[in-house]
T-cell receptor, first 114, second 115 residues
Framework: DAEITQSPRHKITETGRQVTLACHQT?????MFWYRQDLGHGLRLIHY???????NKGEVSDGYSVSRSNTEDLPLTLESAASSQTSVYFC?????????????FGEGSRLTVL | AQSVTQPDIHITVSEGASLELRCNYS??????LFWYVQSPGQGLQLLLK??????LVQGIKGFEAEFKRSQSSFNLRKPSVHWSDAAEYFC?????????????FGTGTQLKVEL
């Protein structure tokens, strides 16, 4: 079965370190997204991609970057981790074309920045 | 800019009682609307979606939602709640623009079910 997997599921790091969260999907979806989930804020969009070599900033993109070198993967990098980036991160994907729109979510990566 | 408001942070209902979770949205064109459910420690699962057509949409687990354009609302309902429905529920809005379909989520409603 097609799926979307995130790794690591849990990570603890220190302030100032670079961190990369992996996201891999086997749906062959063009669209991929990174959200962060925080209490009281719901899910907020960090970055998204509508295809290979395409990346776009979401509403909370400062301090994060992504790259899309193939269809399956959209790694999220925290250039210099800060305590404010302690959160649960969700990767999602969706198919192209109108009347799709449903996002398929990974199980999340819990990041703690000390 | 698109946005979603879920005015109820927490709702408690008794098992067997009816449920309505509120969702109001702001979107400049015809919206695509979604309800997702999240169990503790899990990702989000789609309950139902509205793209066009019949304004009353049926979803999984006995849930339904009604799109009311005049009220910019997309409220989620269930006639009889089960204990297993306890979870967090998110409403989301989006549309097909720029080649894709990024969604904006509300802040969520935490549902507690009393036995």
């Amino acid at each position: 079965d097609a799926e979307i997997t995130q790794s690591p599921r849990h990570k603890i790091t220190e302030t100032g370190r670079q961190v990369t969260l992996a996201c891999h999907q086997t749906w062959n979806h063009n669209n991929m997204f990174w959200y962060r989930q925080d209490l009281g804020h719901g899910l907020r969009l960090i970055h998204y991609s509508y295809g290979v070599q395409d990346t776009n900033k979401g509403e909370v993109s400062d301090g994060y970057s992504v790259s899309r070198s193939n269809t399956e993967d959209l790694p999220l990098t925290l250039e210099s981790a800060a305590s404010s980036q302690t959160s649960v991160y969700f990767c999602a994907s969706s198919g192209a074309g109108a009347n799709t729109g449903e996002l398929f979510f990974g199980e999340g990566s819990r990041l703690t920045v000390l | 800019a698109q946005s979603v408001t879920q005015p109820d942070i927490h709702i408690t209902v008794s098992e067997g009682a009816s449920l309505e979770l509120r969702c109001n949205y702001s979107y400049g064109a015809t919206p695509y609307l979604f309800w997702y459910v999240q169990s503790p420690g899990q990702g989000l699962q789609l309950l139902l979606k509205y793209f066009s057509g019949d304004t009353l949409v049926q979803g999984i687990k006995g849930f339904e939602a009604e799109f009311k354009r005049s009220q910019s609302s997309f409220n989620l309902r269930k006639p009889s709640v089960h204990w297993s429905d306890a979870a967090e529920y998110f409403c989301a809005v989006g549309g097909f623009t720029g080649g894709g379909n990024k969604l904006t989520f509300g802040t969520g409603t935490q549902l507690k079910v009393e036995l």
